[in-house]
């Protein structure tokens, strides 16, 4: 993730890029983050190769067996093996944040482009609307959006995307106001270019680092929401090893094998603080009036 | 001040030496709270509910004119003697004397009579009772303890419909004085308990009928129940009703999760008592009308794929038993031949598919013609039974597809036949409960919401089966029902997987609890103290 992220909004500032690079590594929060998530990353992608088991075959070991040699995070209620559910999980999760967060932020920026370079009666109605939208909750909505779909991972990657919709089209639209105004976009319009080339070569890159750290800190958010639906029964279908559907299917038995529910849940933890951890340094040294970028 | 003071604590420990003692022998204020695992109670109106934990509440508050055991052995109760007619299309009942109705009003024969002719009545919008009251026809008094109860066919299930709670005869001067909604809402019968208070999604509260003193013969405590007040509470989470029963706040639990039932009564300080519901057990009813269960031998091998014996062992530690039959082992009509059908043989199950043509393709999942043996399992009722289902079936090459559903999300799939299986139970304590989800006439259409989900149309079983209903003797009927379930079990349109249980865990500290027939509610007119 970092080493896809980082880059990114100094492509067109190319000296500063392994400058940019090191300040981000420097903080240990933010280095630990990396670690973690690279990981579980890298866990995730070769999943197939390095599971003990297949993570949907039943009757493995016991029925709510407790963690031991053989099965590092216990079994569940079918005798499955945790830990490769847990795996596997991984793909899920990591997935469809990443799907979620990268459907809303291109919808939201095209959003935010157009109605912020429109300006006039385009934009204030836009913008009332996206003030509409941002009044529900975010889980709310994801939840009326599922009410309409129907249930199913599809849907809820759909659901939690079009709920984050309206915040980055929010934002791109800010950052779109301020550069608008900015004497280089009118030289470009007197050089004769077009709206469309102004808006996607001179209006977008400079919304660039907001929106990546915005990504960024939704993605954390998007994992969450995206589990707590299925958690609710409304994403993933079993026996998808997704790890809110599997705190969900541990529930009932926590009392008596706690690592169904502990190990989905850890994971889920893990992921969701590595990004923000993230998300949060990264908002730091992309950040112009940061003190901390001197 | 303090001389005082302490003359009334002296006086204070005096009093509670003296009561104490007395107070616990006679449990005068013996208060029993119930957890009920429903919060969505509508109607305490007997001639109206088909809610088993309406039921609940109401087998407290009324009592029938045949009393049955928790075995269904009847013995009298409100009637003395009954005599069927040999044409088996009336009923004569001679009734017990000096019986009242909690508001006053003398039980008779008018007040039977009264009970039938408004359930028959469309105005009264019975849903169980008026199903359990057949070819009801007429009363007619003839004279005030005595009653002939008019068919207008031979009703077999006649004198055993009398003991069903959802034919206990109501108190004609309440319905009359408050209406049929207002009964609803505060039922008025002869049981053991009088009804004081509903508050909606929170509570109701009963408390000891002094007056009762005609308990059936086989019940412990005649004359009025020991226990004074029972609130009925409604916890519709099983954790919280565990942890109610744990810290004392409640004294029985209803449907408890099998693993805290066996800690519990593991543990001395509760025990546990288990009923096989009476009715339809938990099942699938497989969709013949399309895709590859419209094949009799993919249903059977379907059915030869799964391992019920070790599902149910897995999924209710040992509480509920596999089931083979489209009725409970706990009815009088269950017949054993059911138990022969499709028992567990994966490499059977495979080799059956083989030779319908279904041959292992990519991921190990069968195809025929290009298209995969993939069914779809909406599931509402135990989405682990499915999950544990769609392990077995996965191991001979079937990709059953669960997904977990709300109640609308089932109900628009069946109108729209958008299902391949889909997960059934009923509780209902007569074998006709079998014309419900498997004659041709409850075939679900578009609007009108029925229970056929295996979509079964077959002359030959509604006829069977309507036969059975209006046979002329207990016998006859018992017969025709054994034929009825093979005739199920062959056709293979639903798969039995467990019986259904309840799951009751109670205080130690009382006893008494006995299941109503049906073994779903429970009757606390003969709770006491344990010691």
Redesign the interface.
């Known amino acids: 993730m970092s080493a896809v992220a980082a880059p990114a909004p100094s492509t067109t500032r190319r000296p500063r890029r392994w400058r940019t690079l090191r300040r981000f590594v420097r903080h240990p929060g933010a280095f630990a983050a990396a670690v973690v998530l690279a990981t579980i990353v890298i866990l995730a992608i070769v999943a197939p190769w390095i599971v003990p088991y297949d993570w949907n075959e039943t009757d493995l070991g016991a029925r709510l067996g407790a963690p031991n040699a053989e099965f590092w995070f216990g079994t569940d209620l079918h005798g499955r093996d945790v830990f490769s559910r847990v795996v596997y999980g991984a793909r899920y999760s990591i997935s469809i944040g990443l799907a979620t967060v990268t459907l809303s932020l291109l919808a939201g920026s095209f959003i935010g482009i157009v109605i912020g370079y429109a300006g006039g009666r385009i934009d204030e109605w836009g913008s009332r609307f996206i003030d509409v939208m941002l009044g529900f909750p975010q889980i709310v909505m994801a939840i009326l959006v599922v009410s309409i779909l129907g249930v199913g991972l599809v849907n809820v990657v759909l659901a939690v995307a079009i709920a984050g919709v309206p915040r980055f089209a929010r934002v791109v639209r800010g950052a779109v106001l301020v550069v608008k105004e900015q004497p280089f976009i009118e030289a470009a319009r007197a050089l004769g270019a077009g709206d469309l080339r102004i808006m996607l070569r001179h209006l977008l890159p400079n919304a660039v680092p907001t929106l990546v750290v915005l990504g960024t800190l939704d993605l954390g958010n998007a994992i969450l929401t995206t589990a707590t639906l299925s958690f609710l029964g409304l994403g993933a279908q079993p026996p998808t090893p997704e790890w809110g559907a599997m705190l969900n299917s541990g529930r009932e038995y926590m009392r008596y094998a706690p690592w169904t529910m502990m190990f989905p849940g850890f994971a889920l933890f893990l992921v969701v603080m590595a990004v923000n951890l993230l998300g949060d340094r990264l908002s730091q040294v992309l950040d112009p009036r940061s003190v901390d970028r001197k | 001040m303090t001389g005082r003071r302490t003359l009334l604590l002296a006086g204070t420990i005096l009093l509670a030496g003296l009561l104490g003692p007395m107070g616990r022998g006679h449990a005068q204020d013996m208060t029993i709270v119930w957890a009920d695992d429903s919060n969505s109670d509508v109607t305490y109106d007997p001639r109206v509910t088909q809610s088993r934990h309406e039921e609940q509440v109401i087998v407290q508050v009324f009592d029938q004119l045949i009393a049955a055991d928790e075995n269904g052995k009847m013995s009298p109760w409100l009637a003395t003697s009954w005599t069927v007619a040999p044409d088996n299309k009336s009923v004569t009942l001679k009734l017990r004397e000096g019986v009242k109705f909690h508001d006053g009003t003398p039980f008779n024969a008018e007040a039977v009579k009264f009970t039938f002719d408004t359930i028959a009545d469309p105005k009264t919008g019975s849903q169980g009772a008026v199903d359990m009251l057949g070819p009801y026809e007429g009363s007619d008094v003839l004279g005030p303890y005595e009653i002939r109860v008019r068919y207008k066919r031979p009703f077999a299930d006649a004198v055993s419909s009398y003991t069903e709670n959802e034919l206990s005869p109501v108190s004609p001067t309440a319905v009359q004085k408050l209406g049929n909604t207002g009964f609803a809402q505060a039922p008025v019968g002869t049981g053991p308990f009088k009804f004081v208070s509903w508050e909606k999604g929170r509570e109701v509260v009963l408390e000891r009928n002094p007056d009762y003193k005609w308990a059936p013969s086989f019940s412990a405590v005649q004359g009025p129940p020991k226990v004074a007040k029972i609130i009925h509470r409604f916890i519709p989470n099983?954790?919280t009703r565990v942890a109610a029963l744990e810290a004392g706040e409640v004294q029985i639990s209803d449907i408890t999760?099998p693993?805290?039932t066996n800690r519990l009564a593991d543990g001395g300080k509760f025990k546990a008592t288990v009923g096989v519901a009476a009715g339809l057990p938990y099942g699938l009813l497989l969709n013949t009308s399309r895709g590859p269960f419209a094949e009799k031998p993919v249903r059977e091998a379907f059915m030869t794929a799964i391992d019920r014996p070790k599902l149910s062992q897995?999924?209710f530690f040992g509480l509920a038993k596999p089931a083979w039959g489209p009725l409970a082992p706990s009815m009088a009509a269950y017949s054993k031949s059911v138990e022969a059908y499709y028992p567990f043989n994966r490499d059977k199950a495979a080799k059956m598919l083989e030779d319908a043509g279904w041959k292992v393709g990519a991921n190990g999942i069968r195809e025929k013609g290009g298209k995969p043996l993939s069914l779809y399992a909406p599931c509402l009722l135990e989405?682990?039974t499915?999950?544990?289902i769609?392990?077995?079936v996965?191991r001979v090459g079937i990709d059953l597809?669960?997904?977990?559903?709300l109640k609308q999300?089932q109900d628009e799939l069946i109108f729209a036949n958008d299902y391949d299986v889909l997960p059934i139970r009923w509780v209902n304590n007569s074998p006709s409960v079998l014309t419900i989800p498997f004659t041709s006439a409850n075939i679900p259409e578009p609007g009108k919401f029925k229970f056929n989900w295996a979509r079964w149309a077959d002359p030959a079983l509604d006829k069977l089966l309507a036969d059975a209903g209006s046979a002329t003797s207990p016998e006859q009927a018992s017969k025709l029902y054994t034929d009825a379930q093979k005739m199920i079990m062959d056709a293979a349109i639903f798969f039995p997987v467990h019986d259904q249980v309840q799951t009751v865990v109670h205080s130690a500290k009382i006893k008494g609890l006995r299941y109503a027939v049906g073994q779903w509610q429970v009757r606390l007119q003969e709770v006491e103290p344990a010691n």
């Open positions: 099983a954790a999760p693993l805290d897995n999924l989405p682990d499915c999950v544990a769609q392990g077995d996965k597809k669960v997904e977990n559903v999300k």
